[in-house]
């Protein structure tokens, strides 16, 4: 076999049990018994590896690179529900999406990472149908109804599965020591905090919401508040009930949010 086909066939095995980002010139030199530098040679840089074996990865597995993830972000919702963050192992991810754990590694460098791809999904979920469900509330004969519903029916979410999903997301954050993670959550939140942040912008050149009143720090604050409502009921369900929570807190915000008086 000539060096070149034992690089590649070194690098493709490495990949099935390694995150790729960790693969070093070094690794595919060792399993293929030449010198690193004639792996450098043969993929030019490390990046050019990567994207190589990549491709080809996709090529055998006959599925697109989007196809795949998704793939691997619903079988991580079902194994991370089943066993939570701690217990859940990405050996279990990829038996559940039918793949190796070479292949889940190819698009999440760690368990967390796919964690926090996870919760980045659900926050552009979240984001994407929000500026309509806005402008249809404040729209509404009766904006101060239509923010109960709202809140009623987001809240309500959260009870499916048993509030597995708060459940693990408050499990994750909880438990989060390094900063390369703590940065990356913070980056999808502050996403989400600025998007919401010029939904209101908009409502409020429409004036259908009072100007007096900071957009991004509304925006903060309404998240702040839905999250800190699940966390008490995950604390306290008895105690909790979203129907008049949302009835009581609908009220507060709307006196708050009308329009300016003239």
């Not at 989007?66 to 859940?88: M, Q």
């Not at 409502?203 to 702040?224: C, E, G, N, Y």
């Not at 839905?226 to 006196?255: C, D, H, R, T, Y």
Request: net charge neutral; proline share 3%.
């Amino acid at each position: 076999m000539k060096s070149s086909e034992r690089i590649l066939k070194a690098a493709l095995e490495l990949a099935g049990h390694q995150a790729y980002d960790k693969i070093t010139f070094a690794d595919v030199a060792k399993e293929a018994g030449v010198h690193w530098t004639t792996v450098q040679r043969y993929f030019g840089c490390k990046e050019d590896m990567r994207k190589i074996l990549l491709e080809r990865q996709t090529q055998n597995n006959h599925q697109s690179l989007s196809d795949t993830r998704t793939k691997i972000l619903d079988a991580a919702n079902r194994v991370f529900a089943k066993y939570g963050y701690e217990s859940a192992t990405l050996d279990q991810v990829a038996s559940d999406a039918g793949m190796t754990k070479g292949a889940v590694y190819w698009h999440f460098s760690s368990k967390s990472d796919l964690f926090l791809a996870i919760c980045d999904r659900s926050l552009r979920q979240l984001t994407g149908g929000l500026a309509k469900q806005c402008h249809d509330v404040f729209t509404s004969p009766d904006p101060m109804e239509a923010i109960r519903i709202l809140l009623e029916s987001e809240l309500g979410t959260c009870e499916e599965g048993a509030g597995e999903k708060p459940t693990l997301f408050f499990e994750f954050i909880s438990g989060i020591r390094e900063p390369a993670v703590r940065k990356k959550l913070c980056e999808s939140f502050s996403n989400l905090f600025n998007e919401t942040t010029d939904i209101f912008k908009a409502i409020q050149s429409k004036d259908l919401v009072t100007s007096r009143v900071d957009p991004h720090s509304l925006s903060v604050a309404l998240h702040a508040l839905v999250n800190g409502i699940v966390l008490m009921w995950l604390i306290a369900p008895e105690q909790v009930s979203f129907k008049s929570i949302s009835a009581e807190v609908s009220k507060i915000l709307w006196n708050g949010l009308q329009p300016n008086k003239l």
